[in-house]
């Protein structure tokens, strides 16, 4: 349970930002509370702090010593030791996409930068997808129905 002065720490979150803030330092300082740690570490994750930004972080990896986070690993690490012996560059990976998914009728539309406008807790689009919620939430657009 959280005290009294957590509680009002959280009520005095005025942003998404601050109140995710707020709770990380609270869930950090009892993570059995908060979270399944007991099945992480019967996975064998071990809980770590980041040395570059303090952030607490599970991982397998007994050297890691810095979270996921592209500012504190020097950069986004997706794949790592990628068993694929073709290379494939951020580009050539959507032309693959689209040439496996074109002839089964999808119509690829030309990339563009997107800001989701109409959802305030997003800064950036979560994927592409986020361009399309308003018509399917608000039902301007029936979601297409496909046979397969």
């Excluded at 300082?29 to 930004?53: A, H, I, V």
Aim: with cysteine.
């Amino acid at each position: 349970m959280l005290s009294e002065n957590e509680v009002e720490l959280l009520k005095d979150s005025h942003t998404d930002k601050q109140l995710k803030s707020q709770f990380k330092k609270i869930a950090s300082k009892n993570p059995d509370q908060y979270f399944p740690t007991s099945e992480l570490k019967g996975l064998e994750y071990m809980r770590k702090k980041c040395e570059s930004c303090g952030t607490y972080f599970w991982t397998t990896h007994k050297d890691r010593m810095v979270c996921g986070d592209p500012g504190c690993a020097g950069g986004f690490d997706v794949v790592v030791n990628n068993p694929s012996k073709k290379k494939l560059s951020y580009i050539d990976v959507w032309k693959t996409i689209v040439e496996l998914l074109e002839p089964r009728g999808y119509v690829p539309i030309k990339r563009y930068p997107c800001v989701a406008r109409w959802n305030p807790t997003s800064e950036f689009t979560i994927a592409s997808i986020s361009a399309f919620q308003p018509y399917v939430i608000t039902g301007e657009e029936k979601p297409l129905q496909r046979g397969f």
